[in-house]
């Protein structure tokens, strides 16, 4: 008995090495004029649960979380320079089946996560106008989404690299 619960926790610690609850991820990589930022975090911190949405209030917070999501104005701001965004993609699938799942959900492949956690992620990209003036980005991530305590920021230009680790209190990551 023990031996298996050791087993299992070993096994969950392995998939969800960087799953831990308040905490997110935010990727900025800036190339030739093009600024792509990807955020990755733990579905509780957005809509404070991590299975898949069933009831109808449960696939309104998921909705909106992915109309949030999807407006990147509302989400970063950028000092030096004026970015405008070009691509936007969020991924919720593991916490809403898509239209076509909920219809044949007999047969569709499990793409939720057994352990019982769920990731949202999405993707941004942005075209700047003079992207060595950019000096720094602004994260709203912790107004929208009071939920996340701490996002680990990782950063990389043609010229340097480097991290910051967010808060509500720190939510400008500088470039420079
Ligand atoms: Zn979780």
């Given at each position: 008995?023990?031996?298996?619960?050791s087993?299992?926790i070993?096994?969950?610690?392995?998939?969800?090495?960087?799953?831990?609850?308040?905490?997110?991820?935010?990727?900025?990589?800036?190339?030739?004029?093009?600024?792509?930022?990807?955020?990755?975090?733990?579905?509780?911190?957005?809509?404070?649960?991590e299975?898949?949405?069933?009831?109808t209030k449960?696939?309104?917070?998921?909705?909106?979380?992915?109309?949030?999501l999807?407006?990147?104005?509302?989400?970063?701001?950028f000092?030096?320079?004026?970015?405008?965004?070009?691509?936007?993609?969020?991924?919720?699938?593991?916490?809403?089946?898509?239209?076509?799942?909920?219809?044949?959900?007999?047969?569709?492949l499990?793409?939720?996560?057994?352990?019982?956690?769920?990731?949202?992620?999405?993707?941004?990209?942005f075209?700047?106008?003079?992207?060595?003036?950019?000096?720094?980005?602004?994260?709203?991530l912790f107004?929208?989404?009071?939920?996340?305590?701490?996002?680990?920021?990782?950063?990389?230009?043609?010229?340097?690299?480097?991290?910051?680790?967010?808060?509500?209190?720190?939510k400008?990551?500088?470039?420079?």
């Amino acid at each position: 008995m023990l031996l298996l619960v050791s087993v299992s926790i070993t096994a969950k610690a392995e998939n969800q090495a960087a799953h831990i609850h308040g905490l997110a991820t935010l990727t900025l990589a800036l190339e030739s004029g093009v600024l792509e930022i990807q955020f990755e975090s733990p579905a509780a911190n957005l809509i404070g649960f991590e299975h898949k949405a069933k009831l109808t209030k449960e696939k309104q917070v998921v909705k909106q979380t992915e109309t949030i999501l999807k407006s990147p104005k509302l989400l970063f701001s950028f000092v030096g320079t004026h970015c405008k965004p070009k691509e936007t993609t969020v991924d919720i699938s593991g916490v809403m089946d898509s239209e076509r799942d909920q219809h044949e959900h007999h047969n569709h492949l499990k793409a939720h996560d057994d352990s019982g956690h769920s990731e949202i992620t999405a993707r941004y990209r942005f075209n700047c106008i003079d992207i060595k003036k950019l000096d720094s980005v602004s994260i709203s991530l912790f107004d929208q989404f009071p939920r996340i305590e701490k996002i680990n920021a990782m950063w990389v230009t043609e010229a340097r690299q480097g991290a910051d680790l967010l808060n509500p209190n720190r939510k400008t990551i500088s470039l420079k």
